[in-house]
């Protein structure tokens, strides 16, 4: 894989032109689809094992319910991120940052450097998944040698080694209408990048 090991801009080939990340993209989209379709499958047994067991039984069949609703919406909820993955491929281009991550209380914590200021980082964190919080030992591979396409000022794909694990890590600012978007210390090529992933920058 060819990466952009520049520290300034983002000179290169953007990263959905780079072999491998098309088809990496395309087996996380199946992967995710056969969560959300295998959620929807067990819901769909679960509803029916409530209605013909005894009334006794109804009350802990509600909490799978509920439990299985929940990591539906979520499986949906990650396939929508793949939208915005396939964005900021579009726009960025593959780089290389070892050391890049760390877990804290529970979340991972991917620390990057400042596209256009190297000597300043950037934080973005990833979120605990249901019931299992990250460690060190599960974030491995991405500290070893990080993989990421994007601004960390907006928004990240990051992959281990072989283009695996992909995962979306975006600003609050960036899309989130409740908070301010960023102003201050963008180039307008930064900003035009910016809007091309659909994130919002202040004028």
């Known amino acids: 894989m060819t990466t952009n090991l520049d520290k300034q801009g983002f000179d290169g080939p953007v990263a959905w032109d780079t072999p491998g990340t098309r088809s990496a993209l395309r087996r996380w989209t199946v992967g995710n689809l056969a969560k959300f379709l295998l959620w929807m499958a067990l819901w769909w047994t679960a509803l029916y094992a409530t209605v013909v067991l005894p009334v006794a039984a109804v009350v802990p069949m509600v909490l799978v319910l509920l439990v299985l609703t929940v990591l539906e919406v979520r499986a949906l909820g990650r396939l929508a991120r793949g939208m915005r993955m396939r964005r900021v491929l579009a726009v960025y281009p593959w780089r290389q940052q070892p050391g890049a991550v760390r877990v804290d ?21 990833l979120a605990d998944v249901l019931f299992r919080p990250w460690t060190h030992e599960a974030l491995k591979d991405y500290d070893a ?55 919002r920058v202040a004028d």
């Not at 600003?171 to 900003?191: F, W």
Request: glycine share 8%; net charge positive; hydrophobic share 35%.
């Open 145 to 199: 040698e990080l993989w990421y396409a994007g601004d960390p000022r907006f928004a990240c794909v990051v992959a281990k080694p072989g283009l695996r694990g992909l995962e979306c890590l975006t600003q609050p600012t960036a899309y989130d209408p409740r908070t301010d978007p960023r102003r201050k210390g963008l180039s307008p090529e930064a900003r035009r990048r910016a809007r091309a992933i659909g994130a």
């Open 105 to 125: 209380k529970g979340k991972a914590v991917f620390v990057l450097p400042d596209p256009y200021q190297p000597e300043r980082t950037v934080s973005l964190k």
